[in-house]
Nanobody, 123 residues
């Protein structure tokens, strides 16, 4: 069983940068695909980025490609999301997720979830 705790969210202005972290415990972090999703008020949870267990592969939603970077430090059991050139439409609760099998954009394929961290981008 993996426990995930996100941190680093906050209120920023458009064009600013922010780095989210997701600390994992209770499982073999280095064996899991990790991902970030987000959910805006009144909208469904959407895929942001994913990274394979060994960082060999990453995938991004078109809306964040070139602005966000997903990375992980398996020695620290931590996942990161570096967000740059933030836009108001990036506002939402950001969740990290883990799965031992899938490398996917679908939230249904992830077994473990954090509680989320709020990111608000003002215009």
């Amino acid at each position: 069983q993996v426990q995930l705790v996100e941190s680093g969210g906050g209120l920023v202005q458009a064009g600013d940068s922010l780095r989210l972290s997701c600390a994992a415990s209770g499982g073999t972090f280095s064996g899991y695909t990790m991902a970030w999703f987000r959910q805006a008020p009144g909208k469904e949870r959407e895929f942001v980025a994913t990274i394979r267990f060994n960082s060999a592969l990453t995938d991004y939603a078109d809306s964040v490609k070139g602005r966000f970077t997903i990375s992980r430090d398996n020695a620290k059991n931590t996942l990161y999301l570096q967000m740059s050139s933030l836009k108001p439409e990036d506002t939402g609760v950001y969740y990290c997720a883990a799965d031992p099998v899938h490398y996917s954009r679908s939230p249904e394929n992830y077994d473990y979830w954090g509680q989320g961290t709020q990111v608000t981008v003002s215009s």
